[in-house]
């Protein structure tokens, strides 16, 4: 029996699939984590809540990423990554506001164009102890209590990202184009990072600086720089982390003072067994140039348990305190302010990566 049009017609289509499939390729991922909370000193009236929360561990989302290899060991790159919000569904921000990029990859490193993760962001997230739980680190953010959070930018818009490795260094640097007519200094944003691993050892070290506009009464603008450093050791029983952020806001404003701290940070991993991984860390956040007896200096101790499912699904028990100097308020968290001088939190939930 003769093939028919249709018939001929699909199996030339699946054929050019297969051949288009071998150069290039599309991968759908994510990480879907949600959990139950309970957090004292929520509100005004120092009232505790328990809800359910999206990102106890890491925050959940979803993206597309892809590769097309273009010959010579030269490829196209993107990625497209958005937030979902575990406990109600919806969009967390704008569709692709975490990652939205496209650029080359080579022997001469990677080039991205778009929205991404800064290269700061890249490697201190390597050197946190919890790997930037939401609930609960200060590593790259500290407690969203305070008029700053004397943390880090994690992404910017409008970006030119370079990556590369020689041997046993890593590096990079990013620019966030600002894109203000008359001034190219205004609303630009700069990050450079670099790390050395070999075997059981890892250190790193970033700066980072983020322009602000200039203001026309003093001809100056905000300029927040923030600089790290960290190490990491790490074998098939534990894992010790140390770092630290150095922080400070030059203030364009006529008779404002900067604002500066800077943020330690220390931690402990056992793994017990291969599904098991038990955590200790503490953050604390040196608060300078402000007046004698009104410096928060916050600190937060916290535990936190992992259980391996399976290589892909985790549960995980997480225990927060923290507290503040001088009358001060704290929050555990580096999104939600806290409303009392100390806060005590409690987190257990489940994370999948697909």
Known sequence: MKPSVLTLALAAAFSAAGTAQAQSSVQIYGLIDAGVDYTTNTNAAHDNATRVISGGKNTSRWGLRGTEDLGGGLKAVFGLEGGILMDTGAADGALFKRQAFVGLDGGFGRVVLGRSFTTTYDFVILFDPLGYAPNYSWATSSNATGPSKYGMTTAFDNLIKYSGKA??????????????????????????????????????????????????????????????????????????????????????????????????????????????????????????????????????????????????????????????????????????????????GLTAGIQHRF
């Open 167 to 344: 041997g046993d260094f890593k590096y990079g640097a990013t620019i966030g184009l600002g894109e203000q007519a008359g001034s190219s200094a205004d609303s630009r944003k700069y990050a450079v990072a670099g790390s050395w691993s070999r075997g059981s050892f890892s250190a790193m070290g970033a700066f980072e600086q983020i322009n602000a506009n200039t203001l026309a009464g003093t001809g100056r603008r905000d300029e927040t720089k923030a600089f790290h450093a960290a190490v990491d050791f790490k074998n098939d029983v534990v894992r010790l982390t140390g770092g630290m952020r150095d922080f400070k806001l030059e203030a364009a404003k006529a008779a404002t003072p900067d604002v500066r701290a800077t943020t330690w940070w220390a931690g402990a991993s056992w793994f017990t067994t291969p599904a098991v991984t038990l955590t200790g860390a503490v953050y604390y956040v040196n608060v300078k140039n402000v007046a004698a007896n009104t410096d928060a200096d916050p600190i937060m101790y916290v535990a936190r348990g992992m259980y391996a499912l399976s290589k892909r699904t985790d549960l995980y028990l997480a225990a927060a305190y923290a507290k503040a100097d001088n009358g001060k308020l704290v929050g555990l968290s580096r999104d939600d302010p806290g409303f009392g001088t100390t806060q005590k």
